[in-house]
């Protein structure tokens, strides 16, 4: 059984940093596309960022240059590491296996100003 479980969410002020996290088990993120999303209340789920099995990265133009998608193979983890946070970036984010669609429960986070 697959499951993907984030956590490293919480609440920060206007320009901090937090780092999520996104461990798996029951599936190699090493061998498999891995994107984070995020979500507010009564808005459509939103793409954040993606690292695809060779490492190579993707993000969309509202995190680029803030954001760093990573991998730790032997810890079987996906990172999100934010930084400049905004209170824009506040939402529940998931992290998400296209192969097979799985998806995570989700993680808080709370910037405030």
């Known amino acids: 059984q697959v499951q993907l479980v984030e956590s490293g969410g919480g609440e920060v002020q206007t320009g901090g940093s937090l780092r999520l996290s996104c461990s798996a088990s029951?599936?190699?993120?090493?061998?498999?596309?891995v994107k984070w999303y995020r979500q507010v209340p009564r808005k459509l789920r939103r793409y954040v960022a993606t690292?695809?099995?060779?490492?190579?990265?993707a993000y969309d133009n509202t995190v680029e240059g803030r954001f760093i998608i990573s991998r730790d193979n032997d810890k079987n983890t996906v990172y999100l590491q934010m930084n400049d946070l905004r209170p824009q970036d506040a939402a529940v984010y998931y992290c998400?296996?296209?192969?097979?669609?799985?998806w995570g429960q989700g993680t808080q986070v709370t910037v405030s100003s």
């Open positions: 998400h296996s296209p192969n097979g669609n799985y």
């Open positions: 029951g599936l190699s993120l090493s061998d498999n596309v």
């Open positions: 690292i695809d099995e060779i490492g190579r990265t």
